[in-house]
């Protein structure tokens, strides 16, 4: 069993900067592939960052050159920076934890979110 619990949420004006983090409590935590999801009202969850157990990151088109994700496997805790930010970037940001063993069983977990709001 894994908990996430995300933190460094709130109001920014556009051209901002904030940072999330998200501190998970259990095993495995190296493990996991981690990343982070947005959801807006009316808008399907969508993927913003990952980072995978070797630190290989992946990020959504729409935040590339402006987001950074990051994990420290030795404090159980996934950031992601988010700098430029635009009103577009509004929505409940989610820390995942996905985990897929080798005989076909996926764990994941997700944490309750934080708000991001970017607006003047």
């Known amino acids: 069993q894994v908990q996430l619990v995300e933190s460094g949420g709130g109001l920014v004006q556009p051209g901002g900067s904030l940072r999330l983090s998200c501190a998970a409590s259990?095993?495995?935590?190296?493990?996991?592939?981690m990343g982070w999801y947005r959801q807006t009202p009316g808008k399907q969850r969508e993927l913003v960052a990952v980072i995978t157990r070797d630190d290989t990151t992946n990020y959504a088109d729409a935040v590339k050159g402006r987001f950074t994700i990051s994990r420290d496997n030795a404090r159980n805790t996934v950031d992601l920076q988010m700098n430029s930010l635009k009103p577009e970037d509004t929505a409940v940001y989610h820390c995942n934890a996905d985990r897929l063993r080798s005989w076909g069983v996926r764990t994941m977990y997700w944490g309750q979110g934080t708000q991001v709001t970017v607006s003047s």
């Open positions: 259990g095993s495995s935590f190296s493990a996991y592939t």
